[in-house]
C-alpha cells in the first residue's frame, strides 16, 4: 500500500491504443500506461467498488461519459461505450488520446452537458415502450442482457394467462419488441461482471446484476420500472426514466 495520502480527485491524459475482445458482444477497451495502474493499484481501496472495479470518468476528443475501470492481468482496462466511440469515429486499432478522471466527482450522475444516448432496459421497459407506440430517436440506441427474451416472454404469457391481454395482443407485443432493435449481450466479461455486484448486493440470483453490470460496461444509464432493481443501481450507474430514452 502506498504511504502516499490518497488525493480527493486524480485526472491524467495519455496516448493509448484500441483493442476489443471478441465474442458475442464485442467489447472494446485501452488499457492504462504505468503510472496511472500504480496509482490505481496503490489506492484500489479507496477507490474500488469493493472488488477491485473503479468508477471512473473518461474523456476522447468532445466525448465524455461515465464508467468503471476492470483489473485484468496486472493492468486496469478503460471500457470504451458506444456512446464514446460512435460520436468520436474509433475503431479497433485506433490510437487514442484519453482523458481519465477517478475521484471524489460523482460519478453515478451524467456529466453535466453529456447527453445520455445508450440505455439498458429491462423486460417491462420494453414491454411499456412498445405498448405505448413511441418512437425511439434515432441516436438513441437501446440493450439489455440476453436474459430479458424470457423475461419478456414470461411477462407477456402471464398477462395472457391472466386474461390481461388476448393471445394475439400478446404475440404483436414480441414482434414490436424485436423492431425496437434492442442489442442483446451475455458475455463472460459481462457475466463475471454479474456475479461481483450480486455478492457486493448479496442478491439471491444474478439477474438485477446483469442489468447493472451492463450498464456500467456499456450504457449511460440504466431505465427499469422495478423500484428494487432503481434502488439497488443507484449505488453503481447513473438511472433514468423512459421519457429520457425519447427525449430527442
Not at 475482445?21 to 495502474?37: D, I, L, M, S
Not at 476528443?61 to 468520436?88: C, Q
Not at 466527482?105 to 413511441?134: K, R, Y
Request: some cysteine; aromatic content about 8%; proline content about 6%.
Amino acid at each position: 500500500m502506498s504511504s502516499q495520502p490518497y488525493p480527493e480527485a486524480v485526472d491524467w491524459a495519455f496516448e493509448a491504443e484500441v483493442f476489443q475482445w471478441r465474442g458475442p458482444a464485442p467489447y472494446f477497451f485501452v488499457a492504462t500506461p504505468p503510472q496511472v495502474n500504480d496509482f490505481l493499484h496503490a489506492h484500489h481501496s479507496e477507490l474500488t467498488y469493493g472488488w477491485g472495479v473503479i468508477p471512473a470518468q473518461v474523456r476522447i476528443g468532445a466525448t465524455e461519459v461515465t464508467t468503471s475501470l476492470i483489473p485484468k492481468d496486472g493492468v486496469y482496462l478503460v471500457p470504451l461505450k458506444v456512446a464514446l466511440r460512435r460520436p468520436e469515429g474509433i475503431d479497433d486499432g485506433d490510437a487514442v488520446r484519453v482523458g481519465l478522471h477517478v475521484g471524489s466527482h460523482d460519478v453515478s450522475s451524467p456529466c453535466e452537458g453529456t447527453a445520455m444516448t445508450t440505455f439498458v432496459i429491462d423486460a417491462q421497459v420494453a414491454i411499456d415502450l412498445v405498448v405505448g407506440g413511441v418512437t425511439i430517436p434515432p441516436q438513441h440506441s437501446l440493450t439489455a442482457p440476453t436474459l430479458l427474451r424470457s423475461q419478456v416472454l414470461a411477462l407477456v404469457y402471464e398477462s395472457v394467462r391472466r386474461g390481461d391481454i388476448d393471445k394475439r395482443t400478446g404475440r404483436k407485443i414480441l414482434d414490436d419488441i424485436c423492431g425496437l432493435r434492442i442489442r442483446l449481450l451475455g458475455d463472460r466479461s459481462m457475466q463475471d461482471h454479474a456475479w461481483q455486484i450480486a455478492a457486493k448486493l448479496n442478491l439471491p440470483n444474478t439477474y438485477q446484476a446483469e442489468y447493472i453490470a451492463l450498464t456500467q460496461l456499456q450504457a449511460d444509464a440504466l431505465v427499469t420500472a422495478d423500484d428494487d432493481l432503481a434502488l439497488a443501481a443507484q449505488a453503481f450507474v447513473t438511472t433514468a426514466s423512459p421519457a429520457d430514452i425519447l427525449r430527442s
